[in-house]
Nanobody, 123 residues
Framework: VQLVESGGGLVQPGGSLRLSCAAS????????VGWYRQAPGKQRELVAG???????NYADSVKGRFTISRDNANNTVYLQMNSLKPEDMAVYFC??????????????????WGQGTQVTVSL
């Protein structure tokens, strides 16, 4: 099982980016998925999360600007980021609670992480 993020890049303040997190491999089920970010010298923080049923939660700093969504048919989760600010600049990671196909009988959940994608907000 692998998570791959994409969509990062350089954007001016006030701009938008859409990040994608695609899960691949032999997957039985995907439960909660979260987008995290880590800026230089800071701890990794949860930005947004989405449960398998679709309920969402957001960090206060991004409420009203970021939207997390999921496409269960394609095992992909998105993070739409609008009105980006310089303080949003960080490496963004996705993490997912996944039951690999081999563990379908036991429903043993494992947490997987992607490799991260850089978001730079600058003039």
């Amino acid at each position: 099982v692998q998570l791959v993020e994409s969509g990062g890049g350089l954007v001016q303040p006030g701009g938008s980016l859409r990040l994608s997190c695609a899960a691949s491999g032999s997957i039985f089920n995907i439960y909660d998925v979260g987008w995290y970010r880590q800026a230089p010298g800071k701890q990794r923080e949860l930005v947004a999360g989405i449960a398998s049923g679709g309920s969402t939660n957001y960090a206060d700093s991004v409420k009203g600007r970021f939207t997390i969504s999921r496409d269960n048919a394609n095992n992909t989760v998105y993070l739409q980021m609008n009105s980006l600010k310089p303080e949003d600049m960080a490496v963004y990671f996705c993490s997912a609670d996944i039951v690999p196909l081999q563990d379908g009988l036991t429903r043993a959940v494992q947490k997987f992480w992607g490799q991260g994608t850089q978001v730079t907000v600058s003039l």
